[in-house]
């Protein structure tokens, strides 16, 4: 059972870099989000997709641009890696939010360090 | 703006030992719902229970429980019979019209054995 899959899991980047994470979801899901983990705070959403092809900014979009070709990929892009940008980065899915009991499902995170 | 609030950053308990976690919630809505995940070493987030808004009737999941007042704006959860496996990070989130997630900063639970 994939379910929500990430990569990469771990990445050091220097300050300026850019890179891309990928999610992948295999449960058909219309919904699909990126957050990131802070110490000390609760999962904040960067961007989030209602269906392939439309994507929207959550509460902290800034440095960070998204893309949802297909269904089942969200990709999270950073243009030029800052040290503020140093977190841990969840995926999530869902099915459509037209039932807001749905929950969402996540991935296992990748940390990244910019140095 | 929808906020969610965990009072307690930590809390550990004896295994077997019962303890309820706090959450807190402001919004203007009627109809919404809210959630407890855990976030264990592993870091996986994994849903625990789930709660709407408009049912009266205190959701239950086998060792888990809520207890959800929505005239406080509260959803504590409690654990009873804990066990080594349920120490994790907890997090309450809630969920309005937006169909968004609202997080708290969590709390985390240590089982000693």
């Known amino acids: 059972n994939a379910g929500v899959t990430q990569t990469p899991k771990f990445r050091v980047l220097k300050t300026g870099q850019s890179m891309t994470l990928l999610c992948a979801q295999d449960?058909?899901?219309?919904?699909m989000y990126w957050y990131r983990q802070d110490p000390g705070m609760g999962l904040r959403l960067i961007h989030y997709?209602?269906?392939?092809?439309?994507?929207a900014k959550g509460e902290v979009p800034d440095g960070y641009n998204v893309s949802r070709l297909k269904k089942q990929n969200f990709l999270l892009g950073l243009e030029s890696a800052a040290p503020s940008q140093t977190s841990v980065y969840f995926c999530?899915?869902?099915?459509?939010?037209?039932?807001?009991?749905?929950?969402?499902?996540f991935g296992d995170g990748t940390r990244l360090s910019i140095l | 703006a929808q906020t969610v609030t965990q009072s307690q950053p930590e809390m550990s308990v004896q295994e077997a030992e019962t303890v309820t976690l706090s959450c807190t919630y402001d919004?203007?809505?009627?109809?919404?719902?809210l959630f407890w995940y855990k976030q264990p070493p592993s870091r996986q987030m994994i849903l625990v229970i789930r709660?709407?808004?408009?049912k009266q009737q205190n959701a239950t999941e086998n060792r888990f429980s809520v207890n959800f007042q929505k005239a406080a704006k509260s959803f504590s959860l409690k654990i009873s019979d804990s066990q080594l496996g349920d120490t994790a990070m907890y997090f309450c989130?809630?969920?309005?019209?937006?169909?968004?997630?609202?997080w708290g900063a969590g709390t985390k639970l240590i089982i000693k054995p």
């Open positions: 999530a899915s869902s099915y459509s939010s037209r039932g807001l009991n749905q929950p969402q499902h």
């Open positions: 449960m058909n899901h219309e919904y």
């Open positions: 997709s209602v269906g392939e092809g439309t994507t």
């Open positions: 919004t203007s809505e009627n109809n919404y719902y």
């Open positions: 709660q709407e808004a408009y």
């Open positions: 989130a809630f969920k309005d019209s937006n169909y968004q997630l609202i």
